[in-house]
């Protein structure tokens, strides 16, 4: 074992003991603007005021206690290098988020190493193995390769991120390494990981679990069109940012062209460089997003290997950069697939869609799935437009991925809530789409949950009969915790849908989505909110958070409008 290693797993087993958070800081105010000014050696500082050097700003506004979120804008110089703007971004973000980096980590990696130090040590090296190869590949190319080119900026802004939270690290603050912001960023993947390790983690999700779920809606005569998200999670990971990335990235260093998509809205997490919901509008003209897929067969874990793979949230920061369609975006995904933090992608391009008009018969949605060893991609526009919705549930669509992943072999093992077609969420869908008539219909059906009453929740294996699961926000704390279920995914479990994103065509021409944070109140308000007080998971560290969670949705307007 390296001493570095050694020093990294002592650094995290260390940060698990600390009990003392600090107060917040001082950045607490709504709406406030920070420059990131470079001097003439070229160092970057951060400052209140602007002057003629900045390399990048950013707008910051706290609200999680009135919203449910908080709001983060940075946009960069054009004037500026690329790397000297990647740096200057995570700058800006480490340096304002830097307390709630701290509370991210206290309430979710905490205890990760504890009894795990093995684990860890495997870890650390398999992610080091990881990373001296990327960086091999992007200091050979030397910025001539846009791909490569692009990797390099997402490593450069995560140094600027860890550089920015050690500016702002007060008394009780946990003392950080890069190693664990990458850890963070890889948050899901290194659950895979250590399911390739044949190990367990503190976050690991019961049996069977979905997660999100998605709806693209096409209106009658092609009125409008609506894409939109929920996130499935454990309720500790509510500590919400929106944030707004105007980064002005030419696609290589030797090209004078922007990328396409140098301006990114998305749904994240303090110390996060994507989104981790994969919620995202992109100046590019395309929305995109996905539902996680399971890997039910253990011996695709074989394909997974540190060199010539690629981590998930830099190949899709890189797709959104880079891709100017559907197509394009899939082929650069796919590539260096690394077999973890599986899911099925769904590329919509708005900029194929006009009101009214009849639409394209190829290029408007494209779905990917991956799983290790393995990425599919089709152009389901067609499809799409002849049944008017596309769903997305945490179930593969492609038969390849379906049968190579185990998920065929679930269904015939545990019946219908494995299948595409007839798992309860799919045929809640199918049932429900036809009442989307605008925004607030769409959100209601993202939001909507009636376990004790819709038939489609039902589970006659089940004591009581239902499940919270079994709806399209799900709401798995209500589930009896003493009850009886055919599998753990049908029960008990502090995890559950955790917002709900929305937007139409009018709201992404401005990067803008509706959005309301935390577990749903159901159908009608039946459920009730939300309330760590109330709940059986008081226990669970939730430092940060409010305690009732009753937002109402809200549709942010970005300090910046183009």
């Known amino acids: ?49 602007e002057d003629g050097r900045f390399v990048g700003k950013a707008s910051y506004s706290r609200s999680i206690n009135v919203t449910g979120w908080d709001y983060l804008e940075i946009l960069t110089s054009i004037k500026a290098d690329d790397a000297t703007q990647a740096y200057a971004a995570g700058l800006l973000e480490g340096y304002i988020t830097a307390d709630l980096i701290n509370t991210y980590w206290h309430n979710i990696f905490q205890n990760f190493c504890d009894g795990r130090a093995d684990l860890c040590v495997k870890l650390g090296e398999y992610l080091q193995t990881n990373k001296n190869w990327v960086m091999s590949q992007v200091i050979e190319k030397n910025g001539s390769d846009a791909y490569w080119h692009q990797v390099g900026l997402v490593y450069k802004q995560l140094d600027g991120l860890y550089d920015g939270y050690k500016l702002n690290t007060k008394e009780g603050m946990q003392s950080l390494t890069w190693e664990h912001f990458f850890w963070m960023n890889i948050q899901e993947d290194l659950f895979n990981l250590c399911d390739a390790f044949n190990s367990s983690h503190p976050h690991k999700k019961p049996f069977g679990a979905g997660s999100c779920s998605v709806l693209v809606k096409l209106l009658p005569g092609s009125k409008e069109l609506f894409f939109s998200h929920v996130t499935g999670n454990w309720y500790e990971t509510m500590l919400r940012i929106q944030k707004r990335y105007r980064l002005n990235y030419k696609e290589s260093k030797s090209s004078y062209q922007l990328v396409f998509g140098h301006d990114i809205t998305f749904s994240s997490y303090p110390g996060f460089l994507y989104s981790m919901d994969d919620f995202y509008l992109i100046s590019s003209g395309l929305a995109v997003t996905e539902t996680t897929i399971s890997v039910y067969n253990p011996q695709l874990w074989a394909h997974i290997h540190p060199v010539g793979q690629v981590m998930v949230f830099i190949r899709a920061m890189v797709a959104n950069r880079l891709a100017s369609d559907g197509l394009a975006w899939t082929k650069l995904f796919k590539q260096h697939n690394s077999g973890t933090y599986n899911n099925q992608w769904l590329v919509i391009n708005y900029s194929l869609f006009r009101p009214g008009r009849k639409l394209p018969r190829r290029g408007l949605l494209y779905v990917l799935e991956q799983i290790p060893g393995l990425v599919e991609t089709c152009d389901v526009t067609e499809l799409f437009m ?87 926000s799900s709401r798995n704390d209500l589930n009896d915790i003493d009850g009886v279920y055919p599998f753990e995914a049908l029960g008990y479990s502090n995890q559950g849908a955790i917002d709900a994103k929305v937007t139409s065509h009018m709201t992404f021409k401005k990067l803008k989505f509706l959005a309301v944070s935390g577990p749903t109140r159901g159908t009608g308000g039946r459920l009730g909110g939300f309330c760590w007080s109330k709940s059986h998971a008081a226990n669970i560290s939730h430092v940060g958070l409010p305690d009732c969670w009753n937002f109402k949705p809200k549709l942010h307007k970005w300090q910046w409008q183009n």
Not at 14 to 42: E, H, R, T, V, W
Not at 403 to 419: C, I, L, P, T
Not at 464 to 472: D, E, L
């Open 1 to 49: 074992m390296s001493v570095k290693n050694n020093a990294i797993v002592a650094s995290i087993v260390s940060i698990a003991i600390i009990a003392m958070l600090p107060k917040l800081c001082s950045c607490d105010n709504p709406n406030q603007i920070f420059y990131a000014i470079a001097d003439d050696d070229g160092n970057i500082s951060i400052k209140n005021t």
């Open 386 to 472: 002849n049944q008017t919705y596309w769903a997305s549930y945490n179930v593969p669509f492609l038969q390849a991925i379906s049968e190579a992943s185990g998920q065929d072999n679930m269904v015939k093992r545990y019946g219908n809530w494995f299948s595409y077609r007839n798992t309860p969420r799919a045929r809640i869908f199918a049932r429900d789409h036809v009442d989307v008539t605008d925004m607030p219909s769409m959100l209601r059906l993202m939001r909507s949950n009636d376990f004790r009453n819709d038939p489609e929740s039902r589970c006659e294996s089940c004591a009581p009969p239902y499940s919270a699961g079994n709806a399209i």
